[in-house]
């Protein structure tokens, strides 16, 4: 940023963590809102997608060898990547070769099941009478193959059905261990905080524990020792 002094935000830890933890990281959030001032800081080369100067042979790359447009050092911010929804499979693709060099990777969040089939470029005015159309968003997590031996833990926000509906989801997503948080009137996932909260781990060969009442960080002992056990 020229000129500007960036004031640090509550979400910039959060985004580091996830830096360390995942092989890529989706910000999303309101137009204007300062996700490219936050993406930037973090980050050691960026890639804007909507550079008068550029964008028409970024466009064409897209259309080659989108590969291309992922070099640079890491982290690397790719803004405005959605006026090339190739890049979402190619960083996808990236992820995995590099996942050939991991033990295990640990999915701890989600993106959306679906997302707007058209991303408006302006503001959209509350006078105009609109209908959102969505689509489903790739599975990611299913996407992840890499080397055979790589153990993949997933989580899950279930309403109703939980244990059926969690092993039903480990097994199509290949996972080893699926980490189950059930949604009811004495159990809500939502919020921050530590409060206690109950949870189901399911492992691979039908093995199950049930958690009642226990708190996030203690429950992420807990699954880093099953992966432990795993490895």
Partial sequence: MIGKTYLSRLCDAELQLALQSSGAVLIEGAKW?????TASKASSSVLYMQDPDNAGSYQAMTDTKPSLLLKGETPR???EWQMAPVLWDAVRFEVD????EYDC??????VCDFRPEEVALQKIKKEE???LELIKNPDILSGIKGNKDIKKIGFALETHNAF????KKLEEKGLDIIVINE???KNDPFGGGPAPRDYTVIGKKGENE?????????MAQIVVERIGQLL
């Fill in 77 to 79: 911010l790719i803004d």
């Fill in 210 to 218: 049930h958690f009642e009442k226990i708190e996030k960080n203690k």
């Fill in 105 to 110: 990777i640990v999915m701890t969040a989600a």
């Fill in 33 to 37: 809102c300062g996700k490219t001032s």
């Fill in 164 to 167: 059926e509906n969690g092993k």
């Fill in 129 to 131: 009478k609109h209908s």
């Fill in 97 to 100: 070769k590099r996942a050939e």
């Fill in 183 to 185: 949604k009811t009137e």
